[in-house]
């Protein structure tokens, strides 16, 4: 890093980051501080001519900060979440979270989406939205306009998951469990699982958050088993497999430290805010970085891409339901 030509771009992307996470306050909570951010990066990126001395330092916040933000992120997975569940809600989110991985990497090749887009948002829409995308990109993605195609597909199908399913449950008059076991396993981020959920009554949003932080949980290993489908064809022995990038290590000795050991709840929440803020502020330098030219090509082919997996999700979900409960 060279502070005298990267501090332009770094300041910027701050500014916008720090304008999107205080101003997200005063939006309906299904519009985040990461999409604001990520909107007005492509915003101010489109409409203002920015100067080529900040484009460094624009593209050293977008690719550290996203890499700094998994490690605070991290202290919000705890593996004890598991334990909390039944033989056949685990089954369900386990089984889910597999085949949708497979899915995703060969859907995403079969349908020529482009770039990494495709992986990132069938990453999200399959863990843990922003964060699963946070964690996954800088080891399969050199593009950081994918990073941001795919926030915007997860946050998008998110938000409009937890608008629509509580009617439709609703309206099926689906069981508390059942609806807490299909919103906790379909919905991209917690935020999402806790607003359709609790909406509906605090029974199904006990379940909801019950079933989303075991599969937040499942974050770690599915990092893992993604970085091997993407790399089984470029390693030559089994050990190859492991050579994972030193955060992503971080990131799983984080998660297994948290699962161990009690940290201060003052602690949890301090590097929980920590990281949502680094996310928008790298959010909103990948922003910067987006042109509305590939905004329309791109971002159209991960947006029905991103709705096809979030269908396909809710189909799995709903015939294992048949099968498990």
Not at 113 to 126: E, H, K, R
């Amino acid at each position: 890093m060279n502070i005298a030509k990267d501090y332009k771009g770094i300041i910027l992307s701050a500014i916008i980051g720090l304008i999107a996470y205080f101003g997200a306050d005063f939006l309906p909570s299904a519009i985040g501080s990461i999409l604001v951010a990520l909107l007005l990066g492509i915003l101010i990126g489109n409409l203002i001519k920015i100067p080529d001395n900040f484009q460094s330092g624009i593209s050293y916040t977008s690719s550290k900060l996203l890499e700094l933000s998994i490690l605070f992120l991290a202290f919000s997975i705890n593996y004890n979440s598991i334990a909390k569940l039944g033989v056949n809600s685990f089954s369900i989110v386990i089984i889910t979270v597999f085949i949708m991985l497979l899915l995703t990497f060969f859907l995403s090749k079969k349908l020529s989406c482009p770039g990494t887009t495709g992986w990132l948002t069938g990453f999200g829409t399959t863990i843990c939205g922003s964060s699963a995308i946070a964690a996954l990109a800088p080891s399969v993605s050199k593009n950081k306009e994918d990073v941001g195609m795919a926030m915007a597909a997860v946050n998008l199908y998110g938000s409009l998951g937890m608008i629509l399913l509580p009617i439709i449950l609703k309206y099926f008059e689906f069981e508390p469990t059942s609806s807490g076991i299909l919103i906790g396993a379909s919905l991209h981020s917690v935020g999402n699982v806790a607003g359709a959920g609790f909406g509906i009554s605090d029974e199904v949003g006990e379940v909801s958050i019950t079933i989303k932080l075991a599969r937040v949980a499942l974050l770690s290993p599915a990092l893992i088993f993604f970085n091997y489908l993407v790399n089984r064809d470029n390693v030559k022995n089994w050990r190859e497999h492991f050579n994972l990038p030193w955060y992503l290590w971080a990131f799983i000795g984080i998660t297994i430290f948290t699962s161990f050991v009690s940290v201060p709840k003052e602690v949890l929440h301090f590097m929980k805010i920590s990281g949502n803020l680094v996310l928008t502020i790298a959010m909103a330098a990948i922003g910067l970085k987006i042109s509305f030219a590939k905004l329309f090509t791109t971002g159209r082919q991960g947006l029905v891409f991103g709705a096809m997996i979030f269908a396909l999700e809710l189909l799995i979900i709903g015939l294992l339901m048949l099968v498990f409960i």
